[in-house]
């Protein structure tokens, strides 16, 4: 069973936190006061995840992601973020933190973005050892509706990408949500045209209009189309749906730390913070990612 580690200076926090992820069954949780403490830890017994508040006395969260992501790269990072610590939590998200979830949504969101983010680091120490040979992937893949294709999918993607050398381990991994926040997107905002806000309503209401809109028209005959080049200067993955797409100059900028907590930001800020390039097409129904290299020895 895997085990996350949940460090908060907050006894409250902590707690409430470790007992969202303990109701999950695939979850052994432990605790640790502060990132000193977390180090000492981590250093007896690697945890499979590390889950962390961001500001906390002497030894804060950013320095916790930035010594974690030195000496022990296989272990994903996720923060816990507040209002107040927005700029901190861009900071270690640039730094190599896997993914952030707001404490204000922490019993929507806490279970499912620690889970995918354990299932993405099995998915790297398993399999990574494979197919070192490639020296070029280049594919296309089109999907209908199926959000249950899309973790396949992002898996085969990642292998590729870690295959040629693009990414290490922990960089493999936030390309790997980048793609899977991009396929949300395509799905979920643009073939079903679902916005953000209902998501923040009753989970059973939203998964309902979410089957109710795979199976109507005109949404159930659209598709999305998965383009990927992999070589050992850069991977780009082009993703398309056939909604009615958007404005990109309308949103608001995700890296501001001021959008942070905006649930309708989320999953753009994270595109844009793990990829090298982000653009979209005039219609704004495609995306194009690129990722390149990173430096031999950084």
Not at 139 to 157: E, H, K, Q, R, Y
């Amino acid at each position: 069973m895997p085990t996350v580690l949940v460090v908060d200076d907050s006894a409250v926090d902590r707690k409430l936190a470790g007992a969202l992820l303990e109701r999950s069954p695939n979850i052994q949780v432990i605790y640790a006061e502060n990132g000193s403490v977390a180090l000492e830890m981590i250093q007896a017994a690697p945890p499979n995840a590390v889950l962390t508040d961001l500001v906390m006395p002497t030894f804060d969260g950013l320095d916790l992601v930035a010594n974690i992501i030195t000496n022990h790269p296989h272990i994903p990072v996720i923060l816990m973020t507040g209002e107040g610590n927005e700029g901190v939590a861009v900071k270690a998200l640039q730094a190599g933190a896997a993914s952030y979830v707001p404490k204000t949504s922490l019993g929507d969101l806490l279970v499912e973005t620690v889970e995918h983010v354990l299932e993405v680091a099995r998915e790297e120490q398993s399999h990574m050892r494979l197919m070192t040979c490639m020296q070029r992937y280049d594919c296309s893949f089109t999907l209908d509706n199926d959000f249950a294709m899309i973790p396949p999918l992002v898996n085969f993607l990642h292998r590729s990408v870690r295959s040629v050398g693009v990414c290490r381990e922990q960089t493999g991994i936030r390309v790997s949500v980048a793609l899977e926040e991009a396929l949300n997107n395509a799905l979920f905002h643009g073939n079903l045209e679902l916005s953000s806000e209902l998501r923040e309503e009753e989970r059973s209401v939203y998964m309902a209009e979410v089957e109710s809109r795979r199976t109507s028209k005109p949404y159930c005959d659209r598709k999305i189309y998965v383009d990927a080049i992999v070589t050992t200067e850069q991977a780009k993955f082009v993703i398309r749906d056939e909604g009615p797409g958007f404005d990109p100059s309308t949103l608001p900028d995700p890296t501001d730390p001021a959008n942070l907590e905006k649930p309708s930001g989320r999953g753009l800020l994270l595109i844009q913070t793990f990829m090298d390039e982000t653009s979209y097409n005039a219609t704004g129904n495609e995306v194009t990612m690129i990722k390149k290299p990173e430096p031999t020895g950084g």
